[in-house]
């Protein structure tokens, strides 16, 4: 099996192809622009500012074994008690200690290591940053220092010197590059440090204001959690592997990953040999199916990457001695249900961990198109449920680049903006009783 890597002068070629349609097509000159990503990739540079090959995708499977691997070289508690975040394969920790077991010489020609959007920025103004919000993604930020965590790059055997400066969301890091000016008519425009990070940026965007409430951001990953003046760095958090990934302002993003629509998604195209579903028609059909009868639980290993996700799914339920579903309804029921218990169940682990009621759910990003899905959050959690913005993402990067020119002045003129510019619509529980008691036997299942 071959690796998995990032075709990044395609999709730099791509950004560059976007603002030269941007100004010859659509006639409009941008004030600035941000780059934002997923998280933890990274390529690394040379000492002439050339990549060495092409950065790897975080599917990949060199890193399967990374964590069990490295933590017997550094403990998993230690570790997160210098950064706070939770315990994924894919983190940049382990992926950098895959890559120097596999290929330590590639450290002796590596002078820079660049994040996925630090990589696009460094292309367009030749400056080379870290961006707080992603840095923090890497479990190689320590947040007490706010720096890089030097003990780590020492069990690693990599020196931090590749390490850039960290810069904060609604830093002008440079201007566009002359040859991209000629190549495109474009101006000499600042490249701002949004929150490069996707979520961070998604979740800039949340139209709330308070305290007292959690968010979801909803696509091939669910990410769940609370936002939080400071990082949550407990015995509590650790043991229900809380992530603290830096936000706008300041904040943190008290989080934990969940595997999300990914197990949809790769339902669909596998049964894309069969017939070519849309979205909409699957989840009619699920409608359809019976419900709270089969569960899975998402973030099951064999969920992560599976050649086939129908019959990943069907060997769970047979693993787990339960009803395995036939029709292509039932499987997306299934999903769906064990998304939203699965948001139950994180949902009462915050509170257990913030000292700050929740009281509402608002949820962004592409997901909240599925509304069977929706009102699943709202019965399986108990609360008041808010629909947001689609495309929170992107309009979390624009008001940051927003902020960087001085249009508005803080997080919470931000979500002002943005909540008196949208509609949002309300989920409200339904079926309580039945969804508590689907819940209780999920938790068996887990």
């Not at 590639?106 to 940053?129: C, E």
């Not at 707080?132 to 479990?139: D, E, K, P, R, V």
């Amino acid at each position: 099996m071959g690796s998995l890597h990032w075709n990044i002068y395609q999709l730099y070629r791509e950004i560059i192809k976007a603002l030269a349609i941007c100004v010859e097509t659509e006639k409009i000159q941008p004030d600035a622009i941000g780059i934002d990503t997923w998280g933890v990739d990274y390529a690394l540079l040379n000492r002439d500012g050339n990549f060495i090959g092409l950065p790897y995708a975080y599917r990949d499977s060199r890193t399967d074994q990374a964590i069990e691997e490295f933590s017997q070289l550094f403990s998993k508690h230690k570790i997160y008690q210098l950064t706070g975040i939770q315990f994924l394969q894919f983190n940049t920790l382990f992926q950098l200690y895959a890559e120097r077991k596999n290929s330590d010489t590639i450290f002796n020609q590596a002078t820079d290591l660049l994040f996925m959007p630090d990589i696009f920025n460094y292309l367009l103004t030749g400056v080379k940053t870290s961006e707080f919000s992603f840095a923090t993604t890497s479990q190689l930020y320590n947040p007490e220092k706010n720096d890089w965590d030097d003990e780590l790059f020492s069990a690693l055997g990599i020196s931090g010197v590749i390490m850039q400066e960290i810069v904060q969301p609604g830093t002008i890091i440079g201007y566009v590059h002359d040859n991209i000016q000629k190549q495109t008519d474009i101006n000499e425009i600042p490249v701002v440090a949004v929150a490069s990070h996707d979520t961070g940026s998604a979740i800039a965007a949340i139209p709330a204001a308070g305290e007292d409430w959690a968010y979801i951001s909803s696509g091939t990953w669910s990410l769940m959690g609370i936002e939080s003046k400071k990082p949550i760095i407990s015995e509590k958090s650790y043991q229900y592997n809380f992530t603290n990934e830096g936000g706008v302002d300041h904040t943190f993003r008290v989080l934990k990953n969940i595997m999300g629509l990914w197990l949809l998604q790769q339902c669909k195209k596998a049964w894309q040999k069969e017939k070519d579903f849309s979205y909409d028609e699957l989840v009619a059909l699920a409608a359809q199916a019976p419900q709270l009868i089969t569960f899975v639980d998402p973030d099951d290993p064999a969920f992560f990457n599976p050649e086939d996700m129908p019959t990943a799914m069907l060997d769970y339920c047979k693993k787990t001695s339960q009803n395995t579903p036939e029709k292509y309804g039932e499987f997306v029921r299934i999903i769906l249900q064990s998304l939203a218990l699965k948001y139950r169940y994180v949902l009462d682990q915050l509170r257990e961990i913030s000292a700050t009621p929740i009281k509402r759910l608002y949820i962004t990003g592409g997901g909240i198109q599925n509304r069977l899905l929706n009102q699943s959050i709202a019965n399986a959690t108990g609360i008041e449920t808010i629909i947001a913005l689609a495309e929170g993402t992107a309009v979390g990067n624009i008001m940051v680049q927003a902020m960087a020119l001085g249009e508005v002045q803080s997080l919470a003129e931000i979500r002002q903006v943005i909540n008196h510019s949208i509609e949002t619509q309300v989920y409200y529980p339904q079926q309580v009783n039945e969804w508590d008691q689907a819940y209780h036997n999920f938790l068996k299942l887990i």
